[in-house]
């Protein structure tokens, strides 16, 4: 650890600045300018170029980009439908989840909307926590929830709190959609100014 800590030292921008102002100073002793406090003269010129040197700029964490983010939450998605297809649903439930399944389907695609997901990081953490998160929960608390609603009946009825999560999920994937919509009709209108102002206007 010490013999690595030695060597980036030698390396660092602190060592390297430091070392040339001190042969600036060894210069200056055998050119006489130092006279006979040349130590003195050339370990102060090292310190002060090590003082004076831009610090080290530690190296970035190597996180995941959005494109194998999107892998990830693809991968986990088809797990997600693997599971949900053991569900027993109501009418009305399994076709609220079969409309968010359908355009989460859309969302997770490889093609454009994949290219833009990859500009947009808040789109993609959306995915992930509706996919991970959020609907995963949903199923599994209205299957637990069903359990005893069975052993206790005249409560209020398990599948209206799926039914009503569903919806607020698929509002949220539309909310998405609609973002990314805008995004290429902004790139639309950006590219006809630019026809306009190079001389096309009708």
Not at 36 to 44: K, M, N, R, T
Not at 47 to 62: K, S, V
Not at 133 to 160: I, K, Q
Request: proline letters at 6%.
């Amino acid at each position: 650890m010490a013999t690595s800590k030695a060597l980036s030292y030698l390396e660092s921008r602190k060592n390297i600045a430091g070392s040339a102002c001190g042969l600036a100073g060894v210069v200056l002793t055998l050119t006489g300018v130092a006279g006979p406090c040349w130590p003195v003269v050339v370990a102060g010129l090292y310190g002060a170029g090590a003082l004076i040197a831009p610090p080290e700029r530690p190296a970035l964490p190597d996180f995941p980009d959005p494109l194998a983010q999107l892998d990830e939450v693809r991968g986990d998605f088809e797990k997600l439908r693997g599971y949900l297809a053991d569900i027993e649903l109501s009418v009305t439930a399994a076709a609220r989840l079969r409309e968010l399944t359908e355009l989460l389907t859309a969302l997770l695609d490889r093609g454009w909307v994949a290219e833009l997901l990859t500009h947009d990081p808040e789109g993609v953490h959306v995915l992930s926590r509706i996919v991970r998160r959020d609907l995963p929960e949903a199923v599994d608390s209205f299957v637990r929830t069903r359990w005893w609603t069975r052993m206790t009946p005249g409560t209020e009825s398990p599948e209206l709190h799926l039914e009503r999560q569903l919806g607020l999920l698929k509002k949220d994937a539309e909310r998405l959609a609609a973002s990314l919509r805008e995004v290429e009709a902004r790139r639309q209108e950006t590219h006809t100014r630019y026809l306009e102002d190079r001389g096309g206007t009708l």
